[in-house]
């Protein structure tokens, strides 16, 4: 299974946990944008180039997108 995730933002338990735990099977493949596109305690995320880069996404079968990274730029902004 192909599944494209958005992070809340570039925070290791947010953005290297989820690859730990996606390659415990091989059956999923975990897609993330690039971490220069997520947003930190100083910085909003790059909310066009989020958008950008799921419409550049093929075959994706799961979605888990963080609505506040979308919307806002992160939990924090």
Same mark, same amino acid.
């Given at each position: 299974?192909?599944?494209? /995730?958005?992070?809340?933002?570039?925070?290791?338990?947010?953005?290297? +946990?989820? %690859?730990? !735990?996606?390659? @415990?099977?091989?059956?999923?493949?975990?897609?993330?944008?690039?971490?220069?596109? /997520?947003?930190?305690?100083?910085?909003?995320?790059?909310?066009?180039? +989020?958008? %950008?880069? !799921?419409?550049? @996404?093929?075959?994706?079968?799961?979605?888990?997108?963080?609505?506040?990274?979308?919307?806002?730029?992160?939990?924090?902004?």
């Amino acid at each position: 299974m192909r599944i494209a /995730l958005i992070p809340i933002d570039n925070r290791p338990v947010c953005y290297q +946990l989820p %690859e730990y !735990i996606a390659k @415990l099977t091989k059956e999923n493949e975990l897609i993330m944008p690039d971490i220069s596109l /997520l947003g930190d305690l100083n910085k909003s995320a790059d909310t066009k180039g +989020l958008i %950008e880069w !799921i419409d550049s @996404l093929k075959d994706i079968d799961k979605y888990v997108v963080s609505l506040d990274t979308i919307a806002y730029g992160g939990l924090i902004p």
